[in-house]
């Protein structure tokens, strides 16, 4: 007689039941999808913004030695570079918030991920600004490695149990969404100007 578990033909469909348990174990590890489009909006907003403020600030210099082709081009490759940045950082925040314990990450990762975001473009910020076109020392490399970490966990523990400060960063998130629809397209141009113009 066969099991419970087998068909007529002998084929035992526990594997295929064991396959979709296995991913839909894999899929509750990560973040629900609407925190994560507000984590990667947040990383589009940042590195697309900067992107474009260190554009403009180079433009006046960019005319004197380019063409507007060249111009273009260099705009199209900061624009394709902003967009893998901001996948990178909002992938890499949704692979760790997988692998570290819920509570740590996952939980509330819409805020959380803003709060980490927001430190890391205001240490990058002051990074750049400190080290100039110096080389950095292992005290300066130190100082903007670890008290940035250190400050996140604070923020990230002082807010996790002040549900208005989160509903503030969460309705500020809400804004950024829209920029999405902006930055992203342009990024996506960018890429693909850059890929054509390798491919020609």
């Known amino acids: 007689m066969p099991g419970a578990d087998e068909r007529p033909g002998g084929t035992d469909p526990a594997p295929g039941r064991k396959v979709r348990e296995n991913l839909g174990q894999i899929r509750n ?62 992938g890499l925040l949704i692979l760790l918030s997988a692998l570290l314990p819920s509570s740590w990450l996952k939980e509330g990762f819409a805020f959380k991920g803003f709060v980490i975001l927001l430190v890391a473009t205001i240490t990058a910020i002051l990074f750049q600004k400190a080290l100039r076109d110096h080389f950095p020392s ?51 141009i960018g890429l693909l100007v850059v890929m054509a113009r390798d491919l020609l």
């Open 29 to 90: 590890r990560f973040p629900r999808r609407s925190d994560m489009i507000a984590v990667l909006a947040v990383a589009v907003f940042v590195c697309f913004s900067w992107t474009i403020i260190g554009f403009f600030n180079k433009l006046s210099s960019f005319i004197l030695y380019f063409t507007p082709g060249e111009i273009g081009n260099i705009f199209a490759f900061m624009m394709a570079f902003a967009l893998l940045e901001s996948l990178a950082a909002a």
């Open 138 to 188: 292992g005290q300066t490399l130190l100082t903007y490695s670890l008290l940035p970490m250190l400050l996140m966990a604070l923020l990230v523990w002082f807010i996790h149990s002040r549900p208005r400060l989160q509903k503030i960063l969460l309705s500020v998130q809400d804004r950024i969404l829209i920029m999405l629809f902006i930055y992203v397209p342009i990024g996506v």
